[in-house]
């Protein structure tokens, strides 16, 4: 018996730890739309926050990552010792445009349209 296509979703995101938005994202034009709500949203929290760097820099890391330290690194820009409800919006926010970005390391591809790409 073979599983089926929410099987795989599923057993994908367990292992990959990656957020299930994306997992059903049916073509290209849906990833580029999501891309761009996240960035308004990046934009939003810096602006709001009166940060000191840009969405282009976020988006720059996230491109040139070679390891989880990246990660880290755009963590710790937002640590402005908010409230926990708060601090799991952005952390929310900073994991889509980890997974919603593109990377060099994936071919200037993000880790959802390397998905897409896998799945047809």
Request: hydrophobic letters at 35%.
């Given at each position: 018996m073979t599983p089926n296509i929410q099987q795989s979703k599923k057993k994908l995101k367990k292992k990959t730890n990656i957020s299930s938005n994306y997992l059903l994202?049916?073509?290209k034009?849906?990833?580029i739309k999501k891309r761009a709500e996240i960035e308004?949203?990046?934009?939003?929290i810096i602006d709001s926050m009166n940060l000191n760097f840009s969405?282009?820099?976020i988006k720059n890391i996230i491109y040139n990552e070679k390891d989880q330290r990246a990660l880290h690194e755009i963590i710790s820009k937002f640590d402005q010792n908010q409230d926990i409800?708060?601090?799991?919006?952005?952390?929310?926010?900073?994991n889509d445009a980890w997974n919603y970005f593109p990377h060099k390391c994936l071919n200037d591809l993000s880790p959802a349209e390397k998905i897409l790409e896998n799945s047809n």
């Open positions: 994202a049916q073509d034009e849906e990833i308004n949203q990046l934009n939003e969405c282009d820099e409800d708060e601090l799991n919006r952005i952390l929310q926010i900073i």
